[in-house]
């Protein structure tokens, strides 16, 4: 199924007389099949536009009675575009984001919400953040904080941040950008009370983040070394908050390089092991259905970025 694009006067050119009436489908029926595509959910759409799923799908049926051609094929959880569907699809999405730029106060920029980990977004994202936003001066960024399961669509995130490996999640575009890699880091002065000696350090006190509880089990397991009973253990909501009580002596904890080099680098932290690999990349994910061009620019930003990152130190002491 063909969209023809024509040559259109401005309205002002046309005479009353030789006005014809634009034969659209119904233009809620068209907003309902564009807030599907772009984020890739009958739901995820229905919040958006603040109707019920069931009303999203009726709307789109009734698209496609209006056009005479299937728009979408395939079970209820697992739809896929026809090819009339996703040059629709496009076609919308060409149209509305002009309509959008049209509207009075679109001088303000282009606004890309991005989903990431709070922690990352603090230590790694932000502080390069102002490359970004210099080279794209008409894109508001805002960053919303969140690490769990990606729901494109809500509070309007078009790109997010997760560490991710293997197969391309249904729906969406991967772009991983960044290796991740893990140790124990401390402060230096707690360092130099246990003697500098890898044996007194992991007696140390032992710091959990709930975001990743086997950290500990894991770095152990990788690095060949059997853990000792620590002199206490201690738990943190967030990671961000346990690194911050391991650069104020309260303990060892293991996190990513992403997240320590920044304090590392300002000395408040050491990493006496070094960092050892892990096999997920931080990777920025857009909706595969629709293109957004801002989120896009996103993802070559910090393909770039990753690529110029600094790799992790190799350790300072034996790891047995």
Known sequence: MAFPRQSIKPIWDVSWDHMVRRRLPSLKSLQAFEAFARVGSMVRAADELCVTHGAVSRQIK?????????????????????????????????????????????????????????????KWLIPRLAGFIEANPGIQVR????GGAVEFGRGGVQAAIRLH?????????????????????????????????????????????????????????DAGVDLPRPSAERSFEHNSYMLEAAAAGLGIAVTAWAFAQSDIEAGRLIAPWGFLPLATRFTCLRPSLVSHPAADRLARWLVTEGRRAKPPPGPLIPST
């Open 62 to 122: 009734a698209l496609e009675r209006q056009l005479g051609a299937k728009l979408l094929t395939g079970p209820r959880h697992g739809l896929t575009f026809t090819p009339a569907g996703q040059e629709l699809a496009a076609c919308l999405a060409t149209a509305f984001d002009q309509i959008a730029a049209g509207l009075p106060g679109a001088e303000a920029g282009e606004e890309l919400v991005v989903s990431s980990p709070g922690t990352f977004a603090m």
């Open 143 to 146: 960053i919303i904080e969140d």
């Open 165 to 221: 490996r293997g197969a391309v999640p249904p729906g969406m575009t991967t772009t991983p950008f960044l290796t991740h890699s893990f140790g124990p880091v401390l402060s230096p002065g707690l360092f130099d009370r246990a003697g500098r000696a890898a044996a007194q350090a992991l007696l140390l006190p032992r710091l959990h983040s709930e975001t990743f509880a086997e950290s500990w089990a894991r770095w152990a397991a």
